[in-house]
C-alpha cells in the first residue's frame, strides 16, 4: 500500500470524499485495489455498466457500498459524473469509514 498522505480520501463532516477511477464495461464488477492518477491515488472501480446515461455511476456507488458492506444510499458520485477519475462521498462517521477502507484494500493485498 501506499504512504499514508497519498491516500486515496479526505476525511468531511458527514464521512469521506474518495478518488475513484473507474473502467465501465468491465468483464467484471470489483474493487481492484489502488491505482496512480493525475489526481494521485485513486480506489480502482471495475463495473459491467456501461458509461450511458448514468449507468454506471449508479453502479459505481452500488460497488462501492457492497465492497464496503454498507447501504447503497450512503455512496453518491459528485464529481466527474462522464468522466473516469470521479470523486465520491460516502456518508457516516469519519473515522469508521477510514477504518472500514483501510482493512477492505489490506485484504485486497
Given at each position: 500500500?501506499?504512504?499514508?498522505n497519498s491516500q486515496p480520501w479526505r476525511t ?89 477502507l483501510r482493512a477492505r484494500l489490506e485484504g485486497?493485498?
Open positions: 500500500m501506499t504512504a499514508l468531511t463532516k458527514s464521512g469521506l470524499r474518495v478518488l475513484a477511477r473507474v473502467t465501465p464495461r468491465s468483464a467484471r464488477d470489483g474493487i481492484d485495489g489502488l491505482a496512480d492518477s493525475a489526481e494521485g491515488q485513486a480506489l480502482k472501480v471495475r463495473v459491467r455498466a456501461v458509461a450511458e446515461d448514468g449507468r454506471a455511476n449508479r453502479a459505481v456507488e452500488a460497488v462501492v457500498a457492497e465492497w464496503l458492506g454498507i447501504a447503497k444510499g450512503r455512496v453518491s458520485v459528485v464529481m466527474g459524473g462522464k468522466f473516469r477519475i470521479k470523486t465520491l462521498e460516502i456518508c457516516g462517521e469519519p473515522a469508521e469509514l477510514e477504518k472500514l485486497l493485498k
